[in-house]
């Protein structure tokens, strides 16, 4: 997969990267109440790349990214995050690796009884010995990247859906880090807000190449990812020229019965003949 | 209504304990961990001792002077009003300002940490938590089980002080009882081992409170309604707990300091 055609700087130089994928699956399985989740699903994400989640409603596709944060556990198989197996190691173990994931969940999950400023710096104040004066400037940098700074002041309820899910953003990508689960950012919310939320999660992507896992009911958000980038000119999402379409660090896996059903780019999406993936992309 | 089996009731029933037994003994060990949130746990003493403050002085005051009102009938049957204030004195001190302030937080606190956590947890936000690199266990639960063991501690000494206070009133005021010789016989008849037999029980019925109220908080499932039942289960379990272990204390207590 070529790069697209921004110049941008990489937030992670390639030398601190460890070796390997950023995120890997082997033979990963899980059962709620009797039923089979996830059944021996193993795959890669390389890094820098964003691969969308699909799936009906309760195939798995959140417990893949809370099994990628070591929040929940398989009943088998092996799990690597930035080289680290999140499947052996402690629960106290985990804390320093979940530093280094940024997490933005469906519901948005902000802290109610705290305001912007204070969900936005929370890991930046529980990370290192910093003052509130000191984690200002990076809060209203990083609010001002998702057009909030504004709300800085605001308690979560005060906020509209997508404000929300714009905040969640920001909280999680405050301490830039190298992988970003995003679970259903855009569900729920009307297509101009959508539209805003798959901006900002292609300028990480294209910006700070964060490597992502995003879970989406929603095809055409996957597709404007696959066929869009950010261009830092201008500071807008671009459409790339129809012969250079897909040709982003853009992947697309599809869940079926506790089965990956389809693991591959835009291009191998659409000549994939299977009918189930015809009919799910239809 | 469903039913289960005997089998896997006995099984959830040891699940819990084990759970619980883990979340109070991580608590425990996270005390000798950093980081320590030593602002957390002012913020949640402040909410517990001197938002418990008005209630406790107010059930401390009146069930010393109920003591006082129950006592006395008895102890003018056999001529001895004088020993009121020995009675009340031992009542308060003993049991009844350690149970009763143990019962009184339990209700409002038990029931707010396990409504708060519970809100949390079913809202995501222990999930956030983690995911943001952050332990639920030493940022929420610590500094409530530190604070509630601390607050109550002098919670009670204030609740035993009210009831001495209210025994006094009523002595004095409906039975004519001298105020400097209720007093002195409230003074001497207590001996070490009963101040240290009623300071002993609110650390345990502390580590009660916080340990329940946040575990249920914590299991909490299933939206409001989850919230709703880990709510009322946290105050009747503590409650219930605080009454049973106040029996076995007072029994082992005064095993150890040799009461006879």
Redo the contacts between chains.
Sequence with gaps: MTAPPIAAPESIPDARRPPGPALVFENVSIAFEGRDVLDGISFQLPHGETKAIFGVAGSGKSTIL?LA?G?IKPDDGRIWVLGSEVTAMT??DL??L??R?G?V???S????SLTVRENVA??LL??GDVTEEEVEEPVREVLSFVELEPTIDLFPSELSGGMRRRVAIA?AIIAHPEVLLYDSPTGGLDPVTSTTIIELIVKQRDVSKTSALMVTHRLQDAFMMATHYFDIKTGALKELPPGQRGEVPMSFLILRDGKIIFDGDLRELANCADPYIREYIS | MEFISPTEFAKEKIQAVQEFSLLAGRSISNLFRT?RYLADTIQQADLIGVGSLPIVAGAGFSIGAALALNSANTLQRFGSLSLLGQLVSLGMVRELGPVLTGLMVAGRNASGMASELG??MV???I?????????PLK?LVTPRLVSTVVMLFFLTILADLFGLLGGAAFSVLAFGINWHQYWSKAQQVLVFQDVLMGLTKPVLFGFIIAAVGCYYGMSARGGTQGVGRATTQSVVVSSLLIIVVDLFATRLLMTLFAYH
């Design positions: 809370k944060l929040l629960e106290e804390f320093a979940r530093r994931i997490m969940f469906q519901e999950a902000l802290f109610d929370f890991r529980e990370e909280r | 980081p809100s949390m809202t995501e936000q999930d956030a938590m983690r995911a943001l690199g952050t332990d940022k």
